[in-house]
């Protein structure tokens, strides 16, 4: 079975500039979620899709991030214009939930540096 | 967002030692997940727990549902060069929301 994939996997960019992040959920699984990764921290949640809708954004500051599902299937998470504080790591994860159950599983995640 | 309070921050043992961290929250979760992360990779999913009380074990690793639902432990025995990483906590509300804890640093000296 093939993994979250995410691409691209390392961008640097200068501040102001925009960037966009790529992924495709692991076949079947109808939730996807974008974390935030601020090195030495846990991941952080932006944003969560049952399918093609948005089901948690709170935490997605959405003056600058857009993400959006349009298929169902696979996401983008967009930034415009970035910010220093904006350098992390950008996991995807995807998860199939039973009625009982439910694992996350992420991609390799995508590096971004912001200079 | 909420954030779980992990512990040890970080921890240096000797090859062959045991090693037990634990992870607390001021909410119920109704699954508690273990993931370690090795440096430039995601994380990757260890062991996961779906009953207050439950106790699972991966191998060397074993792993407890508190019974408040507040928290988890992990424990790692008899530890190994390649244990060492990033170990992070994550509780499931029953919104399907995954928050993460802010993780334990294992060093495993040879």
């Known amino acids: 079975e093939a993994g979250v994939a995410q691409s691209p996997r390392y961008k640097i960019i200068e501040k102001r500039q925009s960037v966009a992040f790529w992924c495709n959920p692991i076949?079947?699984?109808?939730?996807l979620y974008w974390y935030q990764q601020i090195l030495g921290q846990g991941p952080k949640l932006l944003i969560q899709?049952?399918?093609?809708?948005?089901?948690?954004d709170s935490q997605l500051p959405k003056d600058r991030f857009s993400a959006e599902r349009l298929k169902g299937v696979d996401s983008t998470l967009k930034i415009q214009p970035a910010k220093l504080e904006d350098s992390a790591v950008y996991l995807c994860?995807?998860?199939?939930?039973?009625?009982?159950?439910?694992?996350?599983?992420f991609g390799e995640g995508s590096r971004l540096t912001v200079l | 967002g909420q954030q779980l309070n992990q512990s040890p921050q970080s921890m240096f043992i000797q090859e062959g030692e045991d090693v037990s961290m634990n992870c607390t929250s001021s909410s119920i979760f109704n699954t508690w997940l273990w993931y370690k992360q090795d440096p430039g990779e995601g994380p990757v999913l260890l062991i996961a727990l779906y009953k207050a009380g439950e106790l699972t074990s991966n191998g060397r690793l074993t792993a407890q549902f508190g019974i408040t639902r507040k928290d988890s432990f992990l424990n790692i025995s008899a530890s190994i060069p390649s244990d060492v990483g990033i170990y992070f906590c994550?509780?499931?509300?029953?919104?399907?929301?995954?928050?993460f804890g802010t993780g334990t640093s294992l060093t495993v000296i040879p």
């Open positions: 994860a995807s998860s199939f939930h039973g009625a009982s159950t439910g694992e996350l599983f």
């Open positions: 899709f049952q399918n093609n809708g948005v089901v948690d």
């Open positions: 994550a509780g499931r509300n029953t919104g399907n929301q995954f928050y």
């Open positions: 076949s079947g699984h109808a939730t």
